[in-house]
T-cell receptor, first 112, second 112 residues
Framework: GNSVTQMEGPVTLSEEAFLTINCTYT??????LFWYVQYPGEGLQLLLK?????DKGSNKGFEATYRKETTSFHLEKGSVQVSDSAVYFC???????????FGQGTTLQVKP | DTAVSQTPKYLVTQMGNDKSIKCEQN?????MYWYKQDSKKFLKIMFS???????INETVPNRFSPKSPDKAHLNLHINSLELGDSAVYFC???????????FGEGSRLTVL
């Protein structure tokens, strides 16, 4: 079946540190991959996406590359800010089935 | 102009009561969802409707009954509320070609 596994949180970093949040997936076919972000007290919003192998999604300084050979979609940012503190969700859409599959979420806390 | 809006944002009620949450989207999408987010931020899909028809029902107790009067609205009614129903409930709609979900801001239900 299809599944998404993210690294356990919480992740605590100092401002300007480098961020990596690992995400690996299991899927049949060629899914689309997403990162969503949930700021405190808000709903989820799309951060970036990639629809095929080797695509790189990027937004707000965050990047993730769709790696089919390692079935991964790790989220990275070169220099985090306090305002990046949020919960990050990796997700997979197999297409057609209508069900977006989420990882368990990773809480990021950035300290000044 | 909010794309996916849900009301109310907060509900506090006693065990055994019945409550409803309403959701509306103005994106013209055919597919809508209800998700439940627990205190550990884990997202669990509950229901999905496509153009007013139920397409996903993820082993949710019968006390939960979704209703979709038209494709822009998906409401959730909960009977005989229990302590374990306390959570944040998110409505979402899905873009048909990309699979991207657009979320409402959530409705925080507290059962006392």
């Amino acid at each position: 079946g299809n599944s998404v596994t993210q690294m356990e949180g919480p992740v605590t970093l100092s401002e300007e540190a480098f961020l990596t949040i690992n995400c690996t997936y299991t899927a049949t076919g060629y899914p689309s991959l997403f990162w969503y972000v949930q700021y405190p007290g808000e709903g989820l919003q799309l951060l970036l996406k990639a629809t095929k192998a080797d695509d790189k999604g990027s937004n707000k300084g965050f990047e993730a590359t769709y790696r089919k050979e390692t079935t991964s979609f790790h989220l990275e940012k070169g220099s985090v800010q306090v305002s990046d503190s949020a919960v990050y969700f990796c997700a997979l859409w197999p297409g057609n089935t209508g069900k977006l599959i989420f990882g368990q979420g990773t809480t990021l806390q950035v300290k000044p | 102009d909010t794309a996916v809006s849900q009301t109310p944002k907060y509900l506090v009620t006693q065990m055994g009561n019945d409550k409803s949450i309403k959701c509306e989207q103005n994106l013209g999408h055919d597919t809508m969802y209800w998700y439940k987010q627990d205190s550990k931020k884990f997202l669990k899909i509950m229901f999905s409707y496509n153009n007013k028809e139920l397409i996903i029902n993820e082993t949710v107790p019968n006390r939960f009954s979704p209703k979709s009067p038209d494709k822009a609205h998906l409401n959730l009614h909960i009977n005989s509320l229990e302590l374990g129903d306390s959570a944040v409930y998110f409505c979402a709609s899905r873009a048909p070609q990309t699979g991207e979900l657009f979320f409402g801001e959530g409705s925080r239900l507290t059962v006392l």
